[in-house]
């Protein structure tokens, strides 16, 4: 049997790093991708991540078929965005310090720069397969609130968690969503629909050319029917390359724009119901 479930994971502080920086300041992706999400589930389950070079971990064989969502949430994430600083600190440990100048004689200390991102929070979209004993145990312990490891949000040094009831404020509004099931709806996609999730563009922006003067409705990436309040951008990994040990990376997008039929394939889209409220939105699960 498959069923959706969604939790909200979130952490005091995040880095995500890019892999592709490695000078002065160490980047952090805004958006949580599918790659990290697959280690945290990996901590939940308690299943073994990387111990040798070009070796791919045992989480990450036994998980990445499960199709995964993400939506950014919580009052830190302003139309997607969440606030960053920058981080210094100081490695002295051997390991970081190989001397100045390549003189392991003479003992040095690295000082690191990394841009932090402050109170990310999102909500996960999981297509379980419980007939699988590892997303039956993960389906489980989401829905206990409980993990074999800690799972944190790119480092350890930032532990994430979830709740398993919502979590509400003084005056009743709820801050963090605790464990959701969804029923998934036969839906050909023959109307206008809104996404909840970060989306796979067709197109890079940067192929979608605008002359001067001209409007982009984003016709080349998608079709809005109803424009909202805004449309948010990002390179984000999508899978590992298994070749090459890498990310494979793919254009995203998240909006509160209405898309019009046709935008996307529809293969990744769900339409699906909350069984408790009966809410219905879209997601894309990757």
Excluded at 58 to 87: A, M, Q, R, T
Excluded at 218 to 246: A, C, H, M, R, W
Aim: aromatic content about 14%.
């Amino acid at each position: 049997m498959k069923t959706v479930i969604s939790f909200d994971l979130h952490a005091d502080m995040g880095f995500l790093k890019k892999p592709d920086i490695n000078e002065k300041v160490y980047l952090t992706y805004n958006m949580l991708h599918k790659p990290c999400v697959l280690g945290i589930l990996g901590a939940i389950v308690g299943l073994q991540g990387f111990t040798k070079n070009k070796e791919f971990p045992n989480y990450y064989k036994k998980l990445k078929s499960i199709p995964i969502g993400i939506k950014p949430i919580g009052s830190y994430c302003d139309n997607g965005n969440f606030s960053k600083i920058v981080i210094k600190y100081n490695n002295a440990t051997c390991f970081a310090n190989k001397g100045i100048e390549g003189n392991p004689n003479v003992q040095a200390i690295l000082n690191i720069a990394e841009q932090t991102l402050i109170r990310p929070a999102y909500r996960i979209f999981l297509l379980l397969d419980l007939e699988k004993e590892n997303e039956q145990t993960l389906y489980n312990r989401i829905r206990q609130q409980e993990a074999s490891f800690i799972p944190y949000l790119g480092k350890n040094d930032y532990s994430a968690w979830w709740y398993k009831e919502d979590v509400k404020t003084d005056d009743g509004a709820i801050l963090f969503q605790g464990v959701k099931e969804y029923n998934i709806l036969q839906d050909e996609f023959k109307d206008n629909y809104k996404i909840e999730t970060v989306f796979v563009k067709q197109k890079p922006v940067v192929e979608s050319v605008v002359e001067e003067g001209e409007e982009d409705d984003f016709s080349d990436n998608f079709q809005i029917s109803d424009f909202g309040t805004y449309v948010y951008f990002e390179k984000l990994p999508l899978k590992y390359n298994e070749q090459l040990y890498q990310y494979d990376y793919a254009d995203f997008a998240l909006t509160d724009s209405k898309l019009k039929v046709g935008s996307l394939p529809t293969e990744n889209l769900y339409h699906i119901q909350e069984q408790d409220s009966r809410q219905r939105f879209v997601v894309q699960l990757n």
